[in-house]
């Protein structure tokens, strides 16, 4: 598995494989392996895994499963033309059991994390809602200990299809598929389950907080309230004792039951926010500072990668020089603003130029009061094709 992610994914190199065939095959040069010479494969564009961005694994895996035997002739080739060491050596690496399998292997386990990832990158994923993907996820990869996935159960047939084309799969280190299963395929989904578990070890906090969500409520009679969700209150009230009186807290959430029972039909965020962040603040003061810490805690990245992408849209290269009044008022209308075909550009040239005296022309009076958004004044403008060249 190590020798696999050197290759393929290597932290440093970035894929050692996806950048020789950048560099040296041009996307699998057209003049010297075409999309019929080497088992009809499909004639795809390598894809280079990058440490930052974990989707792209999953796609350079699969794109390198269906292209394996071109690449491996590519590879020989280049060896034997230009004598390139590292395309002998990544030939080599290639065509071993270990490898092939561990490929078909990582396209079984892969789309499975890819899913996992986006759900984290939904802006609208609830804190209740993680612990349910999370346990979906590693449900899915125990079933893959005694159910291998579509990919690995292919292998067999891969390797003898290989071989009647005669390629030369060495067996080095890796005899058959039954050591292989035992000594690389079970061992790293292992280890796998147990890292996802360690990255979120406060998932029973979090899923606590789902006792203030009302959804829950909806298949429950009112006369069966006592009880509800009193463990997960009081998995918080021991978590953020500090922050909160466990006594107080726990009579509270007695009667704040009944609320969440007669507005079952409102959303967890407006429960937080409206109810117990507003109105109900002073009724149900520690509920209300529970609301506050589970409103700041991220669930999703995507809210942050959004805003990294917005500035890198918003301050260029060209416009290095923005101030940081300028900069944050663009990331603002950029994120958050009205769509393009929303905004009134003709009521911002208005108010733009009543700022003060303007020596361009911008076919409005001198002296403007200021701007309304009663339709009740009108403005004699420019032809629309001078203005928007005034404002670009």
């Not at 494989?17 to 057209?30: N, V």
Request: glycine share 4%.
């Amino acid at each position: 598995m190590g020798s696999f992610i050197d290759i393929v994914c290597g932290e440093k190199s970035g894929g050692a494989l996806a950048q020789w065939l950048e560099r040296e095959l041009q996307i699998i040069r057209p003049s010297r392996l075409t999309q019929s010479t080497v088992c009809e494969n499909p004639q795809l564009k390598p894809k280079q895994p990058k440490a930052m961005r974990w989707l792209s694994h999953d796609k350079a895996c699969d794109t390198l499963r269906q292209i394996l035997p071109s690449v491996i002739v590519s590879l020989e080739r280049e060896a034997q033309e230009k004598g390139d060491s590292l395309a002998l050596g990544l030939a080599k690496n290639v065509q071993t059991l270990q490898f092939v399998a561990t490929l078909y292997t990582m396209c079984d386990i892969l789309p499975q994390l890819s899913i996992l990832s986006k759900c984290f990158q939904e802006s609208s994923l609830e804190l209740t809602d993680i612990q349910d993907h999370i346990k979906m996820t590693l449900d899915i990869l125990d079933a893959r200990l005694s159910s291998p996935g579509k990919h690995y159960r292919q292998i067999v047939e891969t390797v003898a299809t290989l071989e009647n084309n005669h390629f030369r799969i060495s067996r080095q280190g890796i005899y058959d598929f039954d050591t292989f299963k035992q000594k690389v395929h079970d061992k790293f989904l292992l280890h796998l389950c147990q890292n996802i578990r360690d990255r979120f070890p406060d998932m029973g906090v979090i899923t606590a907080f789902s006792c203030l969500d009302p959804s829950g409520m909806r298949n429950i009679s009112i006369h069966d309230l006592d009880g509800i969700d009193d463990d997960k209150m009081e998995t918080l009230c021991e978590h953020y004792d500090g922050e909160i009186d466990p006594t107080a807290t726990m009579q509270e959430f007695s009667s704040f039951k009944l609320y969440l029972h007669k507005y079952k039909e409102k959303k967890f965020d407006t429960i937080l926010s409206s109810s117990l962040g507003t109105s109900l603040k002073s009724l149900y003061p520690n509920l209300a500072r529970l609301a506050e810490i589970c409103l700041v805690i991220p669930a999703s990245i995507a809210d942050c990668e959004r805003g990294f992408s917005a500035m890198k849209r918003v301050k260029t290269d060209l416009r290095n020089r923005l101030s940081q009044k300028i900069l944050n008022a663009l990331m603002m209308v950029s994120v958050q603003g009205p769509p393009p075909k929303e905004f009134n550009f003709q009521r911002a040239v208005e108010k733009w130029g009543s700022m003060r005296r303007r020596k361009l022309d911008l076919g409005i009076r001198d002296e403007i009061s200021e701007v309304e958004e009663s339709d009740q004044r009108r403005f004699e403008f420019v032809d629309d094709c001078d203005l928007f060249m005034i404002i670009m």
